[in-house]
């Protein structure tokens, strides 16, 4: 009797349940920021005349119908609303975002990064730079320029962005290009032969401000993950181009290699942008992506030193062409490969951190053990043990890590919809033991 009891009280919750129509709350606006109109949009714009005591408005969806919830100090009123009625209200909104009420629909998602990357490219860089280009003699007012310098230049963009866009994606570019800015000016100042100290920050410290800038107009464009692929190919560039010209000719000009450097830095971040832009890049790929560039070159500076072959490490010619030609070939190797492992899945921050954690623990395990190996030994002889014995675990590290976050089939991106429904009939049958042909869940694939 109490399992009949229980089945008829189970039918009869799931009967309700199903005449109840679930409601879900709608946007006010196109971009789908705004889910309450609140009294302060209200007093600026006058779209609901609801009187003065108007207090905030909600939008919600049930099946096909919109509904238009008003809060004032009277109580609470419902009014339908048509499909051409709801259009027209996001149409009024969206103006209303565009002009008066600017602020209210920005995207300031990526403000905080901004500003918190800002305080050691301000305390590492800006703060140094206007100390070392306006060289005071007197300590304490070095001291009190470089602090108030480092406050200014945290400050600036803290009041410039407080009523502007700011995606995730423009706060990353912005810090990318503001320190890449730095080596771009040491090259630029290189290449045009500038040989006073001041002179030379002077353009670094304008190039870091022009990185900044530039940056933040131009990552308005992309996804972070995008953003990322693109600055990371710059960094990339900055050394790969100066690698190549170095396998060409033995020794190259100074003015060559900056010449090189700064080509590298247009050249990777065209490529870059070629590779990221419009592609769907999950969060983990460019964590995965720089930890496989990173350890291409890694793999190429240990096999070199562990099979050169010297007699000492003074004989080993760390900056001749096969040096660079094994840095510029596992480089680009490992950006390929890191590209190729990453292509269908849909890793996420943790995922690269992941991969990043094992392959560089796997380097200094590596180390370790090739240091208790020739602990015997000296000079090139533990050089290229220990070279050797990191390489293997770099390469090991990255390989574990790289299996453990690709053994996930949950991880690849997959069009499959998968959807599973409770049949109340079904269920309240079951839970009262009755043999029946009705089943408790239906599923589509």
């Known amino acids: 009797m109490k399992n009949y009891f229980l089945g008829f009280s189970l039918l009869l919750?799931?009967?309700?349940?199903?005449?109840?129509?679930?409601?879900?709350?709608?946007?006010?606006?196109?971009?789908?920021?705004?889910?309450?109109?609140?009294?302060?949009?209200?007093?600026k714009a006058g779209l609901f005349p609801e009187g003065p005591d108007f207090d905030r408005a909600l939008l919600w969806k049930a099946d096909s119908a919109?509904?238009?919830?008003?809060?004032?100090?009277?109580?609470?009123?419902?009014?339908?609303?048509?499909?051409?009625?709801?259009?027209?209200?996001?149409v009024s909104v969206d103006a209303f975002l565009a002009g008066q009420g600017r602020q209210y629909g920005l995207n300031q998602e990526g403000r905080g990064d901004l500003l918190w990357w800002q305080i050691p490219l301000s305390l590492g860089w800006y703060g140094p730079a206007v100390v070392a280009i306006a060289d005071p003699d007197n300590s304490s007012v070095g001291t009190g320029l470089y602090l108030t310098s480092a406050a200014a230049t945290y400050y600036i963009p803290f009041l410039l962005t407080k009523n502007s866009q700011i995606t995730p994606a423009q706060a990353h570019m912005s810090i990318a290009y503001g320190f890449s800015g730095i080596f771009a000016g040491g090259?630029?100042?290189?290449?045009?032969?500038?040989?006073?100290?001041?002179?030379?920050?002077?353009?670094?410290?304008?190039?870091?401000?022009?990185?900044?800038?530039?940056?933040?107009?131009?990552?308005?464009?992309?996804?972070?993950?995008?953003?990322?692929?693109?600055?990371?190919?710059?960094?990339f560039g900055m050394v790969d181009l100066p690698l190549f010209i170095g396998v060409l000719a033995n020794d190259p000009d100074e003015k060559l290699v900056s010449a090189a450097a700064l080509a590298g830095m247009g050249c990777g971040t065209y490529l870059g942008h070629r590779i990221a832009n419009g592609k769907d890049i999950s969060e983990g790929e460019p964590v995965i992506s720089e930890t496989s560039g990173l350890t291409g070159m890694g793999t190429g500076i240990g096999l070199y030193v562990a099979l050169a072959g010297k007699d000492s490490i003074g004989d080993l010619d760390l900056s001749g062409r096969a040096m660079c030609a094994v840095m510029l070939a596992g480089n680009a190797g490992g950006l390929y490969l890191g590209h190729k492992l990453s292509k269908g899945y849909n890793f996420t921050k943790g995922d690269g951190l992941i991969v990043e954690g094992a392959t560089y623990g796997g380097a200094l395990l590596g180390a370790g053990i090739g240091f208790f190996a020739a602990q015997s030994g000296t000079g090139a002889d533990k050089a290229r043990v220990v070279c050797?014995?990191?390489?293997?675990?770099?390469?090991?590290?990255?390989?574990?890590?790289?299996?453990?976050?690709?053994?996930?089939?949950?991880?690849?991106?997959?069009?499959?919809?998968?959807n599973f429904h409770g049949v109340p009939l079904g269920l309240a049958l079951a839970a009262s033991k009755t043999k029946t042909q009705i089943p408790w869940i239906t599923g589509s694939f």
């Open 388 to 418: 050797g014995s990191a390489t293997l675990g770099l390469l090991g590290g990255y390989y574990l890590g790289i299996k453990t976050v690709r053994n996930q089939e949950h991880k690849r991106f997959s069009k499959l919809d998968i």
């Open 187 to 235: 090259a630029l100042s290189a290449l045009l032969g500038v040989d006073d100290y001041r002179g030379y920050c002077g353009i670094m410290l304008g190039t870091s401000i022009s990185g900044q800038i530039s940056g933040f107009s131009w990552g308005k464009n992309f996804t972070k993950p995008q953003a990322q692929i693109i600055s990371q190919y710059s960094d």
């Open 66 to 90: 919109y509904i238009l919830e008003f809060f004032s100090s009277k109580g609470r009123v419902r009014k339908p609303l048509t499909l051409a009625g709801l259009d027209s209200l996001k």
């Open 13 to 43: 919750i799931s009967t309700l349940a199903l005449g109840q129509t679930m409601e879900t709350p709608v946007s006010f606006d196109s971009s789908g920021k705004i889910l309450e109109w609140d009294r302060k949009m209200e007093a």
